[in-house]
């Protein structure tokens, strides 16, 4: 499956639109990975347990969206966003990826 953020993929042309495509991932956090966040968040320096969950995050959500562009019988997905949030209040953080695109059959 082809994932491209372009509205085109080069070389091959686009025979049909086979509509809008999405997947999402939504991660819970812990008190401790927020505690140390909030430790590198004062002291500076990248939070490498944030980043851990955003990377699962994307993946899943972009697996989610080959699956549901591959149940349309599409051969790739253009025009692709990668949409992250984050969701919850002071007590309770979650972490929200969401993918979307367009599915395409190409020639």
């Not at 955003?54 to 949409?83: I, P």
């Amino acid at each position: 499956m082809i994932l491209t953020t372009t509205d085109s993929v080069d070389g091959r042309k686009i025979t049909a639109y086979l509509g809008i495509v999405a997947g999402e991932a939504v991660m819970g956090t812990n008190i401790f990975r927020d505690f140390f966040a909030g430790i590198t968040d004062i002291l500076g320096g990248r939070s490498g347990s944030y980043e851990k969950e955003l990377r699962k995050a994307k993946t899943l959500a972009l697996e989610s969206m080959m699956e549901e562009a591959q149940a349309l019988g599409a051969d790739a997905v253009v025009g692709m966003d990668l949409d992250y949030q984050q969701i919850g209040g002071t007590d309770r953080q979650m972490l929200m990826v969401a993918a979307s695109g367009t599915a395409v059959k190409l020639g």
